[in-house]
T-cell receptor, first 115, second 115 residues
């Protein structure tokens, strides 16, 4: 049970463009979804938490206008990196939590490279 | 969440038991010990969690000291596929309406299983 998918798995985009990453819960309804970022040889850092139908809550230091999060349904959340720059190149991982037992299930991650 | 301390790296021979330590001397009475692992370029995978009793599942065993200030994750017969970064996290169990959904990842232990 509890499968979370992400699409795409890898993406390369040019500086200044925007890129959207999808996170889907395949076999459960995710009331809460989380977005993490992981730079090489570093640990996961939580970027934001989103509840279905509500605005996302961003962690300190994460620009909400740059990282747009939409959680419009119980099975889908999207992260859009706007006006991407090379320093946004990273591994983006989502996780999803159901109403109960509220544990987080992680997606496989998306490798973003901005050239 | 209480802070945890883990060795940065460990080696283990294939087929032998891997014992990964974690110190959490400031753990609170209602905080559980969770273990996740992250294989290179993948999302984290839940392994096991416990409060004060030892726990075992199909993946691993968790031994928590009587004073709960430290714990050990045991992989009984390590395989090459167990090579990963292992994260020890202490937290209260997630529940609806609380702000305790967050998982705070430290640097973890890189376990390398050698043939």
């Amino acid at each position: 049970g509890a499968v979370v998918s992400q699409h795409p798995s890898r993406v390369i985009c040019k500086s200044g463009t925007s890129v959207k990453i999808e996170c889907r819960s395949l076999d459960f309804q995710a009331t809460t979804m989380f977005w993490y970022r992981q730079f090489p040889k570093q640990s996961l850092m939580l970027m934001a938490t989103s509840n279905e139908g509500s605005k996302a809550t961003y962690e300190q230091g994460v620009e909400k206008d740059k990282f747009l999060i939409n959680h419009a349904s119980l099975t889908l959340s999207t992260l859009t990196v706007t006006s991407a720059h090379p320093e946004d190149s990273s591994f983006y991982i989502c996780s999803a939590s159901s109403a109960a037992p509220y544990e987080q299930y992680f997606g496989p991650g998306t490798r973003l490279t901005v050239t | 969440d209480a802070k945890t301390t883990q060795p940065p790296s460990m080696d283990c021979a294939e087929g032998r038991a891997a014992n990964l330590p974690c110190n959490h001397s400031t753990i609170s009475g209602n905080e559980y010990v969770y273990w996740y692992r992250q294989i290179h370029s993948q999302g984290p995978q839940y392994i096991i969690h416990g409060l004060k009793n030892n726990e075992t599942n199909e993946m691993a065993s968790l031994i928590i000291t009587e004073d709960r200030k430290s714990s050990t994750l045991i992989l009984p017969h390590a395989t090459l596929r167990d090579t990963a970064v292992y994260y020890c996290i202490v937290r209260v169990p997630p529940s609806s309406g609380g702000s305790n959904y967050k998982l705070t990842f430290g640097k973890g232990t890189l376990l390398t299983v050698n043939p």
